[in-house]
């Protein structure tokens, strides 16, 4: 089931990252696992939020609560390899784009 991240009061941090895939899993689906259940860990991670099209076109925004917490993930050993194999194998194209949110709000039928 899909679910929305609760985020905290604003401030806080939004990463966009737009993509287009290649054809073929080529370890996308292992290594993709094991960067959410890393990243899951990481100070200051407070979700994330994904979606694919069957055209390939997909959106994760992930919500942190810095831009410190952002910038030591960016130093991440792992996520510095996988972002190597989405260059090279996974993508063919992205856009990563880093935004602060200053205002939100949540609805929720019941």
Partial sequence: MSEIVRTPN??????????????GDNGYTKVGEEII?????????IGAES????DGFGITTSYWDSLESINEWKKNIQ???????????????YMIRICKVEGDNYFHNH
């Avoid at 604003?10 to 054809?23: D, M, N």
């Avoid at 996988?82 to 090279?88: H, L, P, Q, S, Y």
């Fill in 10 to 23: 604003t401030p806080y941090y939004a990463v966009i990252f737009t993509s287009i895939r290649t054809l």
């Fill in 37 to 45: 259940n890393m990243v899951s860990k990481q100070k200051g991670f």
């Fill in 51 to 54: 979606v694919r099209g069957e």
């Fill in 79 to 93: 996520h510095n390899k996988a972002k190597e194999m989405g260059r090279n194998t996974w993508y063919s194209k």
